[in-house]
């Protein structure tokens, strides 16, 4: 799932493969979409985006943004892009982009995914999308910690710390997946109530959001993702699926496996409280 680290990651290698090259045709697999859902007809987008240039790579949280002239093109969730020098016989892409130069971009669905082709001048008319254009990247220096704090209320002091990140869209660009090894660093069981947490605690939560995303984005992404060449992330994911049997760096125990929150969420017993 594209979350922070990888739609940073995605963008900075789009960036260098894409950024200046123009579309020769759009095509793809659209009735057979189930869960990928695309913004207006995806039939149009071979007529809207053809002799067009990518002008711009937008860097976004949850987002990987392509600026083609006068349209956006938009990837969320399960969009796996690959990039290739040269074309291949794709048999399940989901959208596939062929560029003049004889390279492409295939993008597959794992889960679910969003495909979303819109005027530069009309926006996106999302309102997932309009919620980030309006958020402050959590890597930002405008993401304080009076700004983390601001989110804090009657209502969400009553949620879990996994809630709280990871729901509603308070902290864009944070999902399941990376909220696990935050909560691990800042030492925090994922249903801790947020009305439990100490003014330090608070604090180590704060710091441990941008030091873990930071260092995610400095490696590439996390391991258990991939990038538009098909490469694992190099950022070490230590409460997830592949590594989550290794066993606690910090104390050596095992690490706990549970179902919450409609996702897996993994946490030491010992480290975390």
């Not at 002239?69 to 048999?91: C, H, M, S, Y």
């Not at 560029?99 to 005027?119: E, K, Q, R």
């Not at 925090?188 to 710091?207: A, I, Q």
Request: aromatic share 12%.
């Amino acid at each position: 799932m594209i979350e922070l680290p990888e739609a940073r990651t995605i963008a900075a290698d789009l960036r260098k493969e894409v950024l200046g090259k123009t579309i020769q045709s759009v095509s793809g697999n659209f009735t057979d979409h189930k869960f990928t859902f695309y913004y207006g007809n995806p039939d149009t987008y071979h007529d809207r985006l053809k002799n067009k240039a990518v002008t711009a790579v937008v860097e976004r949280s949850f987002y990987v943004e392509l600026e083609i002239e006068d349209e956006v093109l938009t990837f969320r969730d399960g969009a796996n892009i690959r990039w290739f020098a040269k074309p291949q016989q794709f048999k399940k892409s989901k959208l596939l982009l062929m560029f003049t130069d004889g390279s492409c971009l295939h993008v597959t669905t794992s889960m679910y995914a969003a495909i979303h082709v819109f005027p530069k001048t009309e926006g996106a008319q999302d309102a997932y999308y309009e919620a980030e254009l309006k958020s402050c990247s959590l890597l930002d220096e405008c993401f304080t910690y009076e700004n983390f704090l601001s989110k804090l209320y009657h209502e969400t002091e009553k949620l879990s710390v996994k809630a709280f990140l990871a729901t509603k869209q308070r902290f864009i660009g944070i999902g399941n997946g990376v909220c696990q090894d935050i909560l691990f660093y800042a030492g925090l069981h994922p249903k801790r109530k947020m009305n439990t947490l100490t003014k330090d605690e608070l604090n180590t939560l704060f710091f441990s959001m941008k030091q873990t995303l930071q260092q995610m984005v400095l490696e590439g992404g996390r391991d258990s993702e991939k990038n538009i060449y098909g490469e694992k992330g190099g950022y070490h994911c230590v409460m997830s699926a592949g590594h989550y049997k290794d066993g606690c760096p910090k104390c050596g125990g095992r690490i706990q496996k549970e179902q919450y929150l409609g996702g897996s969420i993994y946490y030491c017993p010992h480290c975390q409280k």
